[in-house]
């Protein structure tokens, strides 16, 4: 035997698995501790940077269908930067209280379309008329579907349903709330790879390998890899679309990859406050409520999957169900100020700015509020937020590509808790996983081709009841993991050992961890008059 005799054998605590930890460990700043003003104030910054991606590519997608011009069009997108500012703040200050930017939601767009489409609008021929039109009408449903997670909020009722979410459950909900979105990465980048993967290699660079190689006192690359990263891609773009290299290119290509075809800058008024009911009265339907109440339902369950995202990234203790129970009703609140101002889009947590807490380890809640406040300036002083809001597709899809995975591990980390040699755990972890894209996926190639969805009837309405939530893989997944975990259960104490309900039951209420009064209790003695449970 060569190398003269066998290498020793490990000792004990060498083959131990690693420490559960309920706190995440190795974050630079957990969400009661602020960086210094500064560096909060440059981090805040860069948050109001990501968040930018959806709110400008939600209306840039459904103002033209509607109708509206670039001048609507920028002020949609100010609307609705206005109104997650307003609600970033109150969800801060008396919701979960977590750094989380609640801002525009995908879940909403289906439902949105479906009353564009909807026939009573099909006859008005100014376009500006039908814009206004359908505007209301999008407003009227999202007042309506607002009244949904307030009621399931404030009353409790989800702090009951909740209460059910083991850290087996809590997986699929978790990593499907990130990896669920894999559409809105590579597929959009790629609609301009000169730019988009410059930005993900130059990101990944920044934020991973300088950091590992450089071990400096202060760690300035990671923390602010958007930033740089967004800037030397953007200036090369726009070197790029003012030297002529996209002079001959298709339409869409143009509409991808130049820096001046967003239309926004030229759209948007110097100054401007958006205010209640611009676009005139809501007008109201039942079917189109009822839909766009689905949608909210299903934002509702994607939001809880994103806020213990937030809490694992900001170093909280796992969240006691009545607190996301009070955040969910500010949630409501908050689709209430969307269909009030008219934003055309409900409102939920945003995942790819949970994905940058984890980044930065930074889960500062004041560095959040911050950026709110940069939400409200640049939705007044619109020509300055325009400028921004114009970042091509592509490099925010680069952006996603790295947030929305960083979300979907936050999920994948809950399996410490659970023993992964049970069959029982194997079995729901995968089935829910899998049924979690597979059904999705059936339901969006079934839309893409014949441009409605499998269920099919004649009211529309009852069609995007079914057909929004079965497009949805984090409710999929979610929805399926919490009903098996419940129900495929005996009672004795190795299968609660096995879901890892052990670890969670001193979170199961408010006042059983002395950490949740540190963490999530009301501002300004609030928590005398509105005590959590």
Known sequence: MAGGGAAPPPKQEELQPHPVKDQLPNVSYCITSPPPWPEAILLGFQH?????????????????????????KAKVIQTLLFVAGINTLTQTLFGTRLPAVIGGSYTFVPTTISIILAGRYSNIVDPREKFERIMRGTQGALIVASTLQIVVGFSGLWRNVVR???????????????????????PVLAKCVEIG?????????????????MKGE????????????????????HILTVGGAYKNAATTTQNTCRTDRAGIISGSPW?????????????????????????????????????????RYASATPLPPSILSRGVGWQGVGIL??????????????????GLLAMTRVGSRRVVQISAGFMIFFSILGKFGAVFASIPAPIVAALYCLFFAYVGSAGLGFLQFCNLNSFRTKFILGFSIFMGFSIPQYFKEYTALKFYGPVHTHARWFN??????????????????????????????????????????????????????????????????????
Not at 291 to 301: D, E, K, R, T, W
Not at 338 to 343: H, L, V
């Open 218 to 237: 202060r760690p300035i690359f990671d923390r602010f890899a958007v930033i740089f990263s967004v800037a030397i891609v953007w200036i090369y773009a």
């Open 464 to 533: 995007d009841m079914m057909n929004v939530p079965f497009s949805s893989e984090a409710f999929v997944a979610g929805s399926l993991a919490l009903f098996l975990d419940a129900t495929l259960q005996k009672p004795d104490s190795q299968t609660r050992k096995d879901r890892g309900m052990h670890w969670w039951d001193r979170f199961r209420s408010f006042k059983t961890d002395t950490r949740s009064e540190e963490f999530y209790s009301l501002p300004f003695n609030l928590n005398k008059f509105f005590p959590s449970v």
């Open 48 to 72: 109001y940077l990501v968040m930018l991606g959806t709110t400008v590519l939600i209306p840039t997608s459904l103002v033209p269908q509607m109708g509206g011009g670039n001048e609507e």
């Open 164 to 186: 059910f979410l083991s850290p087996l459950s809590a997986v699929p909900l978790v990593a499907l709330s990130g990896f669920g979105l894999y559409e809105l990465g590579f």
């Open 271 to 311: 100054i401007r406050i958006p205010y209640p009911f611009q676009w005139g009265a809501p007008t109201f339907d039942a079917g189109e409520a009822f839909a766009m109440m689905a949608a909210s339902f299903v934002a509702l369950v994607e939001s809880t999957g994103a806020f213990i995202a937030v809490s």
């Open 337 to 354: 100020l969307s269909g009030i101002f008219g934003t055309g889009n409900g409102s939920s947590v945003s995942v790819e700015n949970a």
């Open 197 to 213: 993967l410059p930005e993900i290699v130059i990101l990944v660079v920044f934020s991973q390998y300088i950091p590992h190689m």
